[in-house]
């Protein structure tokens, strides 16, 4: 069975601070994808990122940078000089390579509420 | 800009009445997804079809709900009789299978049932 797990259920950071958010995965499928999305306190899931298993290069894009490490079986998500703008929550979620939905069906993580303070 | 519609936004009912959310995905996507959110199970498939045809559908409580999608502009996901329960937020998605892409999530429907 899939799990993701986020250990970090809130975290408060003053702005301009840097931050990681872990999340930790288990699956048994030698090809998978792994995601991280933000959900502003407006609702919507907003992708940030998918990575498939076969890629353990560490990705930056502008101060988001996303550290995979299939050894620890771990996929953190950095922010690096936080703004008031990133407060929001975070999923961390697994994507299925075998299903009939391709890397579409994925099991979420529970989230980390991320609040930035001015 | 292509986005998932979600209707109704909002939606607030009395336990008992029929409940109907709508989706329409983005042009071209041929896998729509369902998944519910809540505070204590977080994010959960329900129900996904590919090329209009359900594919999976273990993670819906099937006494009273149903998953359709008539065409390929539309999907449905139907409660009936809504319980307090079922109160929770309703995210439909959709993906094409085949290309190097993320999914695309909807707005979200927020049903509350009292």
């Known amino acids: 069975a899939q799990k993701v797990t986020q250990a970090q259920t809130e975290i408060s950071v003053v702005e301009k601070e840097d931050v990681t958010l872990d999340c930790v995965y288990e699956t048994r499928d030698t090809t998978y994808y792994l995601f991280w999305y933000k959900q502003p306190p407006s609702g919507e899931l907003v992708f940030l990122i998918r990575?498939?298993?076969?890629?353990?290069q560490n990705e930056i894009s502008g101060r988001y940078s996303w550290n995979f490490q299939k050894s620890t079986s771990s996929f953190n998500f950095t922010i690096t000089a936080s703004q008031v703008v990133d407060s929001a929550v975070y999923f961390c979620a697994l994507g299925d390579a075998y299903s009939g939905a391709g890397s579409y069906q994925l099991t979420f993580g529970k989230g980390t509420k991320l609040s930035v303070i001015p | 800009d292509a986005r998932v519609t979600q209707t109704p936004r909002h939606k607030v009912t009395e336990m008992g009445q029929e409940v109907t959310m709508r989706c329409q995905p983005i042009l071209g996507h041929n896998t729509v997804f369902w998944y519910r959110q809540t505070m204590m199970q977080g994010l959960e498939l329900l129900a996904y079809?590919?090329?209009?045809?359900?594919?999976?559908d273990s993670g819906m409580p099937k006494d009273r709900f149903s998953a359709e999608m008539p065409d390929a502009t539309l999907a449905t996901l139907k409660i009936q009789p809504s319980e307090p329960r079922d109160s929770a937020v309703y995210f439909c998605?959709?993906?094409?299978?085949?290309?190097?892409?993320?999914?695309?999530f909807g707005q979200g429907t927020r049903l509350t049932v009292v």
């Open positions: 079809f590919r090329n209009r045809a359900p594919l999976d």
């Open positions: 990575r498939n298993s076969f890629d353990e």
């Open positions: 998605a959709s993906g094409r299978i085949g290309q190097n892409t993320e999914a695309f």
